[in-house]
């Protein structure tokens, strides 16, 4: 017996934490949402997070900290150089991962520049399970390239298999072959795949991956940034992981790595990053770009009070009733809303739950935004802000065509321990009332159109007054509610 509780009466998630502290939310009319959607240029990265009454963009930065991580912000250890602060993560990393180097950095991205500066020459290729942007862009800006190696599953929108995230190990041994192991200086693998819906990569998959590296001579790095969804899926999905507690199945996969770096905007549920490794000879690379771009090496550019909240994050990250809360309530949020019929990616995963636009507005081309339009429209119903993630997240082609992405999906993160059930239900019913006028959504067009990173800053509007329509139908339905 594990002696954990996973769910209450009826299938309904049970929470493991008490709030303690609140912040209040504002939920503004629906016709004030219009407005403030349109000041946004229908992109939900521009709205005000005062107009926003569920904030699900993303679980960067956001999850609830527990009463001991705003606890030990109080004795943090001030110091440029030598702060007890540091040797207490230090110490907790080697505890958690068994590795005896810690490079502190502000965040994950930066730990993505430190090792693409490091290791990656001209020509060189990176085989992946699945990129992230910001990974892709280091490597691509160090002269690197990125090959993908992931299984047919991984971007099938609606699928039973458990492990998405996994590599197809028959790719990466014609990888291999192709470039050569000299031209791969690692192979990397993202736990909790964010870009194809927060989805896991087994224990044995990874293990398979480990053996090829160490045959070929070549580094494995794992991004850890959303380890903690994959410890759960690893737990209660795959069969040896039944009985071993989340501290063993982490040494089991840091043993098998020879570099871990992670954001500790999610893992650990406080701000910041680092790498973590045992391989000297590695490190010895790494070490003069830390000062460098982030900050002496017992700080790294974080602030010494958010290095002890990640410090007890990462010890409360070993606790399965706490990485459970995340994925049980995504699991949760993506059933109510398939029963009603809403397209949406499955099987659930972690970080937030992941509506197909493709198909919930498929009367919208793909070179209007089906994803941006979905994402304002489902701000305009609830207050809800998601995360648009298909073809305004692509950079056009170099003849100015559009690149249209494999997937157009919605991101609704949640992150972790932050809403209650009633909000989570309060968004289904929104979703659920939008999937049932959806033909009243209709496309956007750029206004304004950064070159890059267009999704960040750029500006759309709707190509009719569909918007007004849909306020209008919203005011019938609802009366006089918000
Ligand atoms: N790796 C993964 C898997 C991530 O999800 C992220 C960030 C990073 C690296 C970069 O870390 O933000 O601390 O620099 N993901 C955020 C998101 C931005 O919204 O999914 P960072």
């Known amino acids: 017996m594990s ?16 709030v303690r502290i609140v912040q209040k939310l504002n939920l503004i009319a629906v016709e004030e949402r219009q407005k403030a959607i349109a000041e946004a240029g229908n992109n939900t990265f521009l709205l005000r997070n005062r107009d926003v009454y569920l ?7 956001v999850n609830a900290m527990s009463d001991k991580q705003l606890a030990a912000m109080m004795i943090a250890d001030d110091s440029y150089a030598g702060s007890e602060t540091y040797y207490r993560l230090e110490a907790k990393i080697e505890e958690i991962f068994g590795t005896k180097i810690f490079f502190p950095a502000h965040q994950g991205r930066a730990c ?5 500066k490091a290791f990656i020459k001209e020509g060189d290729v990176i085989p992946m399970n699945y990129h992230f942007t910001t990974t892709k862009s280091h490597i691509m800006l160090n002269g690197g390239r ?14 039973d298999n458990p492990f998405k995230g996994n590599m197809d190990i028959d790719k990466l041994l014609a990888c291999i072959k192709e470039n050569g192991p000299d031209r791969i200086p690692f192979v990397r693998m993202e736990a909790g795949t964010n870009l194809i819906g927060g989805q896991p990569f087994s224990l044995e998959n990874y293990r398979q991956i480990s053996k090829i590296c160490k045959e070929y001579g070549i580094m494995l790095v794992l991004d850890a940034s959303l380890l903690a969804d994959n ?23 840091s043993d098998l790595t020879d570099i871990i770096y992670f954001s500790a905007r999610k893992l650990g549920c406080a701000r910041g990053g680092g790498i973590c490794t045992n391989n000297a000879e590695a490190a010895e690379k790494m070490k003069e770009l830390v000062p460098l771009y982030e900050g002496f090496l017992t700080y790294g550019g974080m602030s010494v009070r958010e290095m002890e909240a990640i410090t007890i994050g990462l010890d409360e990250t070993m606790d399965i009733n706490m990485i459970n809360q995340g994925p049980l309530f995504i699991e949760y949020m993506v059933e109510q809303l398939e029963k009603k019929g809403v397209p949406v990616v499955t099987p659930a995963g972690g970080l937030g739950c992941h509506i197909d636009a493709m198909a919930f507005v498929d009367h919208i081309a793909q070179d209007q935004y089906p994803a941006g339009a979905l994402a304002a429209a489902i701000y305009i119903a609830s207050g809800v802000r998601g995360m648009e993630r298909g073809t305004m997240s692509e950079q056009r082609n170099e003849d100015g065509s559009e690149q249209l992405s494999n997937m157009e999906l919605v991101r609704l993160a949640l992150p972790r321990r932050v809403f209650t059930m009633s909000q989570v239900k309060y968004a289904v019913d929104r979703i659920v009332w939008l999937y049932e006028n959806r033909k009243l959504i209709e496309g956007l067009t750029f206004v304004e159109e950064p070159k890059i990173l267009r999704f960040f800053f750029g500006r759309l509007a709707p190509v009719s007054n569909w918007q007004e329509k849909l306020v209008a139908k919203f005011r019938e339905d609802f009366g006089d509610s918000l």
């Not at 002696?3 to 309904?12: A, K, L």
């Not at 993505?112 to 693409?116: G, Q």
């Open 112 to 116: 993505e520049n430190i090792l693409s």
């Open 231 to 253: 410890l759960y899926f690893m737990k209660v999905r795959e069969d040896e992981c039944k009985d071993m507690s989340i501290r063993q199945i982490t040494r089991e996969i």
């Open 55 to 61: 904030d699900m963009l993303t679980d960067s930065g």
């Open 146 to 159: 990125v090959e993908e190696l992931f299984t047919d599953e991984a971007i099938k929108i609606t699928s």
């Open 3 to 18: 002696g954990v509780t996973f769910h209450s009466g009826e299938n309904v998630p049970l929470e493991m934490h008490k």
